[in-house]
Every structure is written in structure tokens, then in C-alpha cells.
Nanobody
Framework: QVHLVESGGDLVQAGGSLRLSCTLF????????MGWFRQAPGKEREFVAG????????DYSASVKGRFAISRDNDKAVAYLQMNSLKPEDTAVYYC??????????????????WGQGTQVTVSS
């Protein structure tokens, strides 16, 4: 059984930074493509960033490219989302997700098998 736990959400002022963490409990972490999604009130869940099992590729939505960076530490079974230059429109619940042994970028929620419980990020203006 795979279990994901996110942490790092907080209230931050516009222009600030946060780093989210996602720990995977279960099978070999390096076999999972990891993704970060977010969902604001009244909106659909949207893709933010993704990273392959060994970090060979990363993918970002246009709205965060250049400001956010996804990374992973396979020894610790943790994926990270470094968020810089935060804007009020980045306010949302952020979720990490995992899919086992799938190659290539995965940007749609239904392409992932496992989800964390979410962590709230609030950016004040």
C-alpha cells in the first residue's frame, strides 16, 4: 500500500517563498513519477509540476514555470516543490501525486494512482 504525506503549506506574503515536501511510504520511490497539483476554491484541480522517477525530466505549467522547481531525493523518498515569487493567485490546496512505472510527463489528475491529503498555501497581497 502506498501512502503520500505532504507538508510545508503556510501563509506567506506575495513575493515570498515556500518549500513543500511529499513523503512516499510504500514501494520503491524511484519507480514513481511524482506530480504536484493544486486546487483553488471553486476551481478544478490543475497540474503544477512533475518529475520522472530518477529526475531525468521535469515538467511545469505555464503559470509557474520559472518560479517553481520540482525535485526529489530518492534516498529519502521525498519529492519537493520549491515555490518562489509567490503570487496571490497561487493560493490553493496543493496535492502531491504518484504513478507507478509510467514514462513521460503526466499532467492530468486521472493519470496518477495515489494522492496525498493536501496542504494549504495562502499568499497574501
Amino acid at each position: 500500500q502506498v501512502h503520500l504525506v505532504e507538508s510545508g503549506g503556510d501563509l506567506v506574503q506575495a513575493g515570498g517563498s515556500l518549500r513543500l515536501s511529499c513523503t512516499l511510504f510504500g514501494r520503491s520511490f524511484s519507480s514513481y513519477t511524482m506530480g504536484w497539483f493544486r486546487q483553488a476554491p471553486g476551481k478544478e484541480r490543475e497540474f503544477v509540476a512533475g518529475i520522472s522517477g530518477r529526475g531525468g525530466w521535469t515538467d511545469y505549467s505555464a503559470s509557474v514555470k520559472g518560479r517553481f522547481a520540482i525535485s526529489r531525493d530518492n534516498d529519502k523518498a521525498v519529492a519537493y516543490l520549491q515555490m518562489n515569487s509567490l503570487k496571490p493567485e497561487d493560493t490553493a490546496v496543493y496535492y502531491c501525486a504518484a504513478v507507478y512505472l509510467k514514462s513521460g510527463p503526466r499532467t492530468r489528475p486521472h493519470e496518477y494512482d495515489y494522492w496525498g491529503q493536501g496542504t494549504q498555501v495562502t499568499v497574501s497581497s
